[in-house]
């Protein structure tokens, strides 16, 4: 095989692009984000355990403290736990009502809504809602 790579031009014009350390196929570097902050790493874990259905008590979990650990903004691991999980998405859902607010006061059009509540055999209390939006012509 050596006596045919030796003597092969078409893999003599490769050879120089080629890396033989295995490394540099598998764990290669990828390039970091200079404007992240550490509100930036608590969205992206309020989306990955809201998108998972996961419960926040496990922000608490050793091994994930740990791999968040990892991560250095500044110089600094961000504060990562179930409260300001929590926080964040309070501080998201208040910012969402906020924005929400501010479109209905500029809405020229016509918003009826209709709420049906009712409270099961078992005690659930369930709350139905249509929304009907009719625009001016």
């Given at each position: 095989?050596?006596?045919?790579?030796?003597?092969?031009?078409?893999?003599?014009?490769?050879?120089?692009?080629?890396?033989?350390?295995?490394?540099?196929?598998?764990?290669?570097r990828r390039e970091t984000k200079a404007d992240i902050s550490a509100d930036d790493?608590?969205?992206?874990?309020?989306?990955?355990?809201?998108?998972?259905?996961?419960?926040?008590?496990?922000a608490d979990n050793p091994e994930f403290q740990e791999l968040v650990s990892m991560?250095?903004?500044d110089g600094k691991t961000p504060s990562i736990s179930r409260k300001s999980i929590?926080?964040?998405?309070?501080?998201?859902?208040?910012?969402?009502?906020?924005?929400?607010?501010?479109?209905?006061?500029?809405?020229?059009?016509?918003?009826?809504?209709?709420?049906?509540?009712?409270?099961?055999?078992?005690?659930?209390?369930?709350?139905?809602?249509?929304?009907?939006?009719?625009?001016?012509?």
């Amino acid at each position: 095989m050596s006596r045919h790579l030796s003597s092969c031009t078409n893999y003599r014009k490769v050879s120089g692009k080629l890396s033989t350390s295995m490394d540099s196929k598998f764990f290669q570097r990828r390039e970091t984000k200079a404007d992240i902050s550490a509100d930036d790493v608590v969205d992206k874990v309020l989306n990955f355990f809201i998108s998972g259905n996961i419960a926040f008590m496990q922000a608490d979990n050793p091994e994930f403290q740990e791999l968040v650990s990892m991560v250095k903004i500044d110089g600094k691991t961000p504060s990562i736990s179930r409260k300001s999980i929590r926080e964040r998405l309070n501080f998201h859902a208040q910012k969402a009502k906020e924005d929400l607010m501010v479109k209905l006061m500029e809405n020229e059009s016509k918003i009826s809504l209709a709420l049906d509540c009712w409270t099961s055999s078992s005690n659930l209390a369930f709350l139905g809602t249509i929304l009907y939006h009719t625009f001016w012509a």
